[in-house]
């Protein structure tokens, strides 16, 4: 597709349970982010792959968050353990190299309830 | 900490007139800042964008200005448009080389007829 697309574009799950979002970028972006934005709030950088490695993921906020891109394309952002906490709009973003001062086009996002 | 502070939750302004809004930032070693523009239910849009080394840069109707000494910056829209009503994002990278984005909270600007 032309932009980055994002599944599902809703998600409710109980507290406690453990959910999958995904994350398809612009093809070709080696570079791809996951933000978080809360009701209220600018979206929060969660993590940064470069190819199929997590090159920054100090925004993650605590080890129930992990994310994955194996073929250096897709990714999934794997939360365990929902908390009501968690309930946000979950944004990915990707850029075509990954370099500073590239712009980030970002994917109309997941709305996760929890519970 | 905030690092990146959009002051006014919201503003109104006029059809045709310009639109100004305001964005502060604590951390010196920002160089490059973002624009991005929110319509509800879809992602953030690219607006325009600045380098620390300017303290300028104009798009068409869009233009920032960058303060660097006050640690400020503002987008100017003129003429505003119906079409203009949205959230807007100001974003700032660079620490460290670093990539991500660090976002202010957002001005929702509403264009009157």
């Known amino acids: 597709g032309a932009g980055v697309s994002q599944t599902p574009s809703n998600k409710v799950t109980e507290k406690g349970k453990y959910v999958e979002l995904r994350c398809d970028p612009i093809s070709g972006h080696t570079a791809l982010y996951w933000y978080r934005q809360s009701l209220g709030q600018g979206p929060e950088f969660l993590i940064y792959f470069q190819g199929t490695g997590a090159a920054d993921d100090s925004g993650l906020p605590n080890d129930r968050f992990f994310a994955v891109r194996p073929e250096g394309s897709v990714s999934t952002l794997k939360i365990q353990r929902t908390e009501r906490g968690d309930s946000a709009v979950y944004l990915c973003?990707?850029?075509?190299?990954?370099?500073?001062?590239?712009?980030?086009?970002f994917g109309p996002g997941t709305r996760l309830l929890v519970l | 900490d905030q690092q990146v502070k959009q002051n006014s939750p919201s503003l109104s302004v006029q059809e045709g007139r310009i639109s100004i809004l305001n964005c502060d930032y604590t951390?010196?070693?920002?160089?490059?800042f973002l624009w991005y523009k929110k319509y509800p239910a879809e992602g953030p849009t690219f607006l325009i964008s600045i380098s620390s080394i300017k303290d300028k840069n104009e798009d068409g109707r869009f233009t920032v200005f960058l303060n660097k000494s006050a640690k400020h910056l503002s987008l100017h829209i003129v003429p505003s448009q119906p079409g203009d009503s949205a959230v807007y994002f100001c974003?700032?990278?660079?620490?460290?080389?670093?990539?991500?984005?660090?976002f202010g909270q957002g001005t929702r600007l509403t264009i009157n007829p």
């Open positions: 974003a700032a990278s660079g620490v460290q080389g670093a990539q991500k984005l660090v």
């Open positions: 973003a990707s850029s075509y190299t990954g370099t500073p001062q590239e712009t980030q086009y």
């Open positions: 951390n010196s070693m920002f160089d490059y």
